[in-house]
């Protein structure tokens, strides 16, 4: 069975639906990219999946063993406050909180866990610094430490590399690329970038007018993909 | 001064000032341990609406002659503190319009019934030592000191075994819902937490003063500090601190208890905004 089924899902807010009859599955190693325009409703399927609000109908099945606590998530935005006094050893531990269940404190191996990913996200050195003083690259790897220390199996990723400059940006998707390669750890990322989805993601969903859903392959020669890939080389 | 300290001295004689002295001290800490997440988790408004519900509680209390006061009260706030709760989570009435309409109703109608059935002659002695609380420490009876150090006792061994769940919630709701950590648990925690919080520190400084008490020490240690434990650390020796100048200050100098501490608190707040602007200005 699939790690994540979505069966005839539709999903919006207060009754009001935004995608209607998505039906999809993720199994363990695939690493999919959603991709589609501005509030077509990325971030909403993302957090029905992750069950912070229901789906208005359908289903979300989880399957191979994955447990509700054996999810990683990257939010869009973290809704951080200014004046949030936080350091980044502080944080990137409480990725290991779903761990813990009713234990009230860490265990040795989880903050072994928490230096272990910080260490493969080059950010160890500021461990003590306060997260808010951080720039927008750093703290995206803070966030991404976090979420590692919450999984081993499937990463939700909401526009990673949002606000990144370039180099950082190639940095990231090959951070989350040898993730899924080495780790076996599952992706789901939502990007705007369709040239990076399209050169590493081993399945696509494209949310919006149109929605389709394939291996990357199939996408390339579909007229969603072509459409979109046209508009991108437009811009570009 | 050498009469202060005698006047001091023949004071700490007394066993009851010494507990009197004691549970102010462990009121102040437990009362500064929840600040940070107040601030920061916007519950600051519920804080406030509490200490009025807490306010009306009492005075229903006075009215039916309930001697232990706070035997009702603290029900009474907790039930409160949960609805608040609900409320701000699935609004028609928004969040903070719903604890606006609570605590003034519940300062208006505890206020009449004061009035209605007066339980001593001094009626606005009554409600003014609610509202700013007792004019000394010292008044407290002796099931109050030993509930309140109770309570206080259940308020910080309860932060020590959740002060991680606080943290991440705290932090970051969504992250740890998502990640399985029962969110909306832990949020009726902290919503019981500082209900309790404020129906003991009543007895300190009265309900309109609690939100000083809780809130103070929590910002002057931001001012200075950047990581949760440092903060929560700070907050916590300063507000002990704080409280303890506050209660010897008003003993002595026979101040109302309650405000001498929230000046103490206040004049803190602007020595450690004063200095994080010097250590900002070094820095830069
Ligand atoms: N909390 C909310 N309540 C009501 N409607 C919302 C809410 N959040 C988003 N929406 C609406 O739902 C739609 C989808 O929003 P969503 O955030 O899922 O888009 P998105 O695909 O992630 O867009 P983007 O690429 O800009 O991140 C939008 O039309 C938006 O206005
Ligand atoms: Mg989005």
């Known amino acids: ?236 | 001064m050498s009469e202060l300290f005698e006047k001091a001295a023949v004071y700490f004689e007394y066993p009851f000032v010494r507990y009197a002295i004691i549970v102010g001290v462990l009121i102040s800490l437990c009362s500064s341990l929840l600040g940070v997440t107040l601030v920061l988790k916007r519950f600051s408004f519920i804080g406030d609406g509490l200490s009025h519900v807490a306010f009306g509680a009492m005075a229903i209390a006075t009215v039916l002659r309930i001697s232990n006061s706070m035997i009702f009260a603290l029900p009474v706030t907790i039930i409160c503190a949960i609805l608040l709760l609900r409320t701000g989570q699935n609004a028609k009435i928004k969040g903070d319009a719903a604890v606006a309409m609570i605590s003034v109703g519940a300062l208006a109608i505890g206020y009449m019934l004061m009035n209605l059935f007066p339980a001593s002659g001094n009626i606005s002695g009554d409600v003014c030592s609610t509202l700013f609380g007792s004019l000394s420490i010292l008044t407290l009876t002796e099931t109050e000191v030993r509930l309140s150090a109770i309570l206080s006792l259940a308020v910080i061994l309860i932060f020590i075994f959740s002060y991680n769940k606080i943290f991440s919630v705290t932090f970051d709701e969504n992250f740890s819902r998502a990640t399985g950590t029962r969110a909306g648990a832990y949020n009726l925690l902290i919503a019981i937490v500082i209900a309790i919080i404020i129906v003991i520190a009543m007895n300190l400084v009265g309900s309109l003063l609690i939100s000083a008490l809780v809130i103070f020490p929590a910002l002057s240690a931001m001012r200075i500090f950047k990581s949760f434990k440092s903060v929560t650390i700070c907050s916590a020796v300063l507000s002990v601190l704080c409280s303890l100048t506050g209660i010897l200050v008003s003993v002595l100098g026979s101040t109302p208890v309650g405000s001498t501490i929230v000046a103490v608190d206040i004049v803190v707040f602007f020595a450690f905004m004063f200095i994080g602007h010097f250590k900002r200005g070094a820095k830069a």
């Open chain 1, 1 to 236: 069975m699939a790690q994540l089924t979505c069966r005839n899902l539709s999903l919006g807010y207060d009754g009001l639906e935004i995608l209607h009859d998505l039906s999809f599955e993720v199994n363990a190693g695939d690493y999919l990219c959603i991709v589609g325009e501005n509030g077509s409703g990325k971030s909403t399927l993302m957090k029905t999946m992750l069950g912070l609000q229901s789906p208005i109908g359908g289903k979300i099945l989880t399957g191979d063993g994955l447990r509700e606590n054996e999810i990683g998530y990257l939010p869009q935005q973290t809704l951080v406050q200014r004046d949030f006094p936080a350091s980044v050893w502080e944080i990137v531990l409480s990725g290991c909180q779903s761990r813990c269940g009713m234990r009230p404190f860490y265990s040795k191996e989880e903050k072994q866990l928490a230096r272990d990913n910080m260490e493969k996200m080059g950010i160890s050195s500021f461990a003590k610094r306060c997260y808010r003083e951080l720039s927008g690259g750093q703290q995206q790897r803070v966030l991404l430490a976090r979420a590692l220390c919450a999984t081993q199996k499937l990463l939700l990723l909401d526009e990673p590399v949002s606000g990144l400059d370039p180099k950082v940006t190639q940095e990231m998707y090959r951070l989350i690329y040898d993730l899924n390669k080495n780790d076996g750890i599952t992706i789901i990322m939502i990007s705007h970038d369709i040239a990076a989805a399209v050169k590493y993601a081993s399945h696509i969903l494209h949310v919006g007018s149109e929605v389709f859903f394939g291996t990357k392959q199939e996408y390339i020669e579909s007229e969603a993909g072509r459409h979109f890939a046209d508009e991108g080389s437009d811009e570009g």
